[in-house]
């Protein structure tokens, strides 16, 4: 198993690392990657930001958001 642990708050940094790591370890077995973002909403593939979050709470507050290479929800 190979262990990341990433000490950057970066939260575009990190879905990068992320996707970095599914695409090129592929020959690892497991990847345990560990962080902690700064505040943020990390939102779906196919998900439409505009009804998924409240734009002005967003901005007012410095919230991130950022898009992962995967599926789901917000």
């Given at each position: 198993m190979k262990?990341?642990?990433n000490y950057s708050?970066?939260?575009a940094f990190n879905i990068a690392l992320e996707e970095y790591a599914?695409?090129?370890?592929?020959?690892?077995?497991?990847i345990f990657l560990l962080w902690i973002n700064k505040p943020s909403i990390i939102v779906g593939r196919h998900q439409n930001t505009i009804e998924e979050i409240n734009r002005n709470y967003v901005r007012e507050h410095g919230i991130e958001v950022v898009?992962?290479?995967?599926?789901?929800g917000a």
């Open positions: 262990y990341i642990i708050n970066d939260t599914f695409k090129h370890l592929l020959d690892e077995d497991q898009r992962r290479i995967s599926g789901g």
